[in-house]
């Protein structure tokens, strides 16, 4: 590879770009043409090159990028410069914030929505069950492979399970893939007074609904909507003003 275009953060400083670009030549040679995106540039291409976004000369987009770990939030400035028959787009950060807000905090609450409702069957089922998830959880040192078992499954469980709730909701079995161990029930290793046992729970039986999944986000949406808003009002670029009517007009993409 001799062309290669690489994202960095919003707020990298000037040595932490140097270090990525060194990181790369190293890589691929030092011959090799490299181009820097800002995150917030590369999450809203597919926007900005869009024939809605191209046919306004001028405008200001506000993205929010959800990541795994974080959502960073943006404003841009963006001039679409027209010159003998090419567009030329010029995308300018104008500023950026973030919170620690990602796919892994909604990971996270469906393995405690499941792991709950996983935990409550296998008590109706054994007097005292327990479903370890960390292998400290569990005395016998022997057994605590089985903790990281558990812990394993109900990560693979979430991670798919999160993706089918936004994408279908709640009626979204037609659209899982049989897989052993995970659906269409997720197996895990009770531990018991009178030793260990594998149990199967049914999906739909552990599944949190989607409402509840929705209301978990609304605070962390309603925060970030907030914090946006702030941004906006606090900038220091003037132009903002003449981009208001373009801005109402134009979507904010999301980089999921």
């Known amino acids: 590879f001799k062309r ?13 770009l140097r270090d990525l670009e060194a990181a790369v030549r190293e890589a691929f040679g ?19 090159v ?72 296998a008590r109706e089922l054994r007097k005292q069950a327990e479903i370890f998830t960390e292998p400290k959880q569990a005395a016998d040192p022997s057994r ?23 994408k279908h909701g709640d009626n979204h079995e037609a659209h899982m893939e049989a897989q052993p161990g995970i659906f269409p029930s997720l197996k895990l290793n009770v531990f018991t007074p009178s030793g260990m046992e594998e149990i199967s729970f049914p999906h739909q039986e552990i599944v949190p609904k989607q409402v509840d999944l929705y209301a978990y986000l609304e605070k962390e949406l309603m925060t970030l909507a907030h914090m946006l808003r702030a941004m906006v ?3 220091p670029d003037k132009r903002l003003g003449r981009s208001e009517e373009h801005t109402s007009e134009l979507q904010s993409p999301c980089n999921l």
């Open 144 to 166: 605590r492979w089985l903790a990281r078992q558990n812990a394993s499954a109900l990560q693979c469980w979430a991670e798919q399970t999160k993706l089918l709730l936004v």
């Open 50 to 121: 869009s024939k809605e976004a191209l046919a306004v000369e001028r405008y200001t987009l506000g993205v929010f990028d959800f990541g795994g770990g974080t959502t960073d939030l943006s404003l841009m400035s963006v001039e679409n410069i027209r010159e003998n028959g090419f567009t030329e787009i010029r995308a300018r950060l104008i500023s950026s914030t973030g919170k620690w807000f990602g796919g892994e905090d909604v990971t996270r609450f469906v393995i405690a929505a499941g792991l709950g409702r996983c935990q409550a069957i």
């Open 4 to 16: 290669i275009v690489i994202t960095h953060p919003a707020r990298f400083r000037i040595q932490q």
């Open 233 to 235: 009002e606090s900038t």
């Open 30 to 48: 030092p011959d090799c043409e490299i181009s820097m995106l800002q995150e917030p540039v590369a999450a809203a291409i597919d926007f900005i």
